[in-house]
């Protein structure tokens, strides 16, 4: 897949040294954000995120599905990182209405004299 971004998460396991890498590619974040959706419209929790429950269902689900084998830390990092991301792009696209999102390219569509400023 072109220009798609890997992130990795490592997390220690147990007393070793030895940590365990989460992959993160443009797949595996959108089976896991239609997950977190799934759970969110389960949890039916306004404003709030996952309790103990919802995490372990997502998990679970998560792993099922993409045949991986990623603990909740890992999931957990990958939420505080796309919710860091979310909040960017908010504050980036303010209040602007010349913006538009170019799903061919996957950036602003916008001029050069927005950028500038």
């Known amino acids: 897949m072109k220009n798609a971004r890997i992130v990795t998460t490592e997390?220690?396991?147990g007393r070793s040294n030895e940590k365990i890498k989460a992959v993160w590619d443009r797949?595996?974040?959108?089976?896991f954000c239609d997950l977190?959706?799934?759970?969110?419209?389960?949890?039916?929790?306004?404003?709030?995120?996952f309790k103990k429950?919802?995490?372990?269902?997502?998990?679970?689900?998560?792993n099922k599905e993409t045949g991986k084998e990623y603990e909740k830390s890992q999931l957990k990092s990958r939420w505080d990182l796309l919710k860091k991301e979310w909040k960017l792009w908010k504050q980036?696209?303010?209040?602007?209405?010349?913006?538009?999102?170019d799903p061919n390219?996957?950036?602003l569509d916008t001029s050069e004299a927005w950028w500038e400023s």
């Open 105 to 107: 390219k996957n950036n």
């Open 92 to 101: 980036l696209k303010g209040n602007d209405t010349c913006l538009c999102w």
């Open 11 to 13: 997390i220690p396991r």
């Open 36 to 49: 977190c959706m799934k759970e969110k419209d389960h949890n039916c929790r306004r404003g709030a995120y």
């Open 27 to 31: 797949n595996l974040t959108m089976i």
């Open 53 to 62: 429950e919802g995490w372990s269902r997502l998990v679970a689900n998560f």
